[in-house]
């Protein structure tokens, strides 16, 4: 594979990334582009690129997997792109997460139902499904997670978010009680709750306040 060009780091003058003539490329440190005696325009060998990954690459990836998962829970697709974004090899990248996953440091079932049994009070179960599956977990797996922890009652939900966050529904003022009661709908759309039920939640709980 042909490289491309070398071009430095933004973000580190220490660093730069070599970019291969397919479209790919990694991020090293200067100092190891000199010892690889990597170069544009120069033919990066299959020898070299083995000892890359070996002495470079893979150790770093791991360390920097479980530096990510020292800081909060990630699901497998997220570390997978923060690693990518961080200019690691596909195969290190792969091997990261084999080595994490060893430990069970990442475990996308154990993930999901965390994030819903946290999370179920304040947002719908459409919500919550959306959210992971933004963090890349299937929809066989969200699905299993939802109906084995999430055991809530979306009008219920809704009206403790409404105590909670004390919207004044109570206004003797019509057009300031209209316009709470907009901002309320709003706040409920935000969190995936369906509108038939957040209008006559809404309603109801700014009934009852009023008497």
């Not at 730069?16 to 690889?36: A, P, Q, T």
């Not at 923060?82 to 430990?103: H, Q």
């Not at 919207?167 to 709470?180: A, C, G």
């Given at each position: 594979?042909?490289?491309?060009?070398?071009?430095?780091?933004?973000?580190?003058?220490?660093?730069?990334?070599?970019?291969?003539?397919?479209?790919?490329?990694?991020?090293?440190?200067?100092?190891?582009?000199?010892?690889?005696?990597l170069?544009?325009g120069?033919?990066?060998?299959?020898?070299?690129?083995?000892?890359?990954?070996?002495e470079a690459?893979?150790?770093?990836?791991?360390?920097?997997?479980?530096?990510?998962?020292?800081?909060?829970?990630?699901?497998?697709?997220?570390?997978?792109?923060?690693?990518?974004?961080?200019?690691?090899?596909?195969?290190?990248?792969?091997?990261?997460?084999?080595y994490?996953?060893?430990?069970?440091?990442?475990?996308?079932?154990?993930?999901?139902?965390?994030y819903?049994?946290?999370?179920?009070?304040?947002?719908?179960r459409?919500?919550?499904?959306?959210?992971?599956?933004?963090k890349?977990?299937?929809?066989?797996?969200?699905?299993?997670?939802?109906?084995?922890?999430?055991?809530?009652?979306?009008?219920?939900?809704?009206?403790?978010?409404?105590?909670?966050?004390?919207?004044?529904?109570?206004?003797?003022?019509?057009?300031?009680?209209?316009?709470e009661?907009?901002?309320?709908?709003?706040f409920?759309?935000?969190?995936?709750?369906e509108?038939s039920?957040?209008?006559?939640?809404?309603?109801?709980?700014?009934?009852?306040?009023?008497?």
């Amino acid at each position: 594979m042909m490289i491309r060009e070398i071009l430095p780091c933004r973000n580190s003058k220490q660093r730069s990334r070599v970019c291969l003539e397919d479209g790919s490329g990694f991020i090293l440190y200067n100092k190891e582009i000199y010892r690889y005696e990597l170069a544009e325009g120069k033919e990066l060998g299959e020898d070299v690129y083995e000892r890359i990954l070996k002495e470079a690459m893979i150790p770093r990836a791991r360390k920097r997997a479980m530096h990510l998962l020292e800081e909060q829970d990630r699901t497998r697709s997220e570390l997978f792109d923060r690693l990518k974004t961080a200019g690691y090899l596909p195969e290190a990248i792969e091997d990261a997460l084999s080595y994490v996953e060893s430990f069970h440091y990442i475990d996308d079932e154990r993930y999901a139902r965390n994030y819903i049994r946290y999370h179920q009070d304040s947002k719908s179960r459409r919500r919550l499904s959306q959210d992971l599956k933004k963090k890349g977990l299937s929809d066989d797996l969200i699905r299993q997670a939802m109906e084995e922890e999430n055991q809530t009652d979306p009008r219920e939900q809704i009206r403790n978010l409404l105590s909670k966050k004390h919207f004044d529904l109570s206004s003797p003022d019509d057009q300031t009680r209209r316009k709470e009661e907009a901002r309320a709908c709003r706040f409920l759309a935000s969190r995936g709750f369906e509108m038939s039920d957040i209008i006559d939640q809404v309603r109801d709980f700014s009934e009852h306040n009023l008497n």
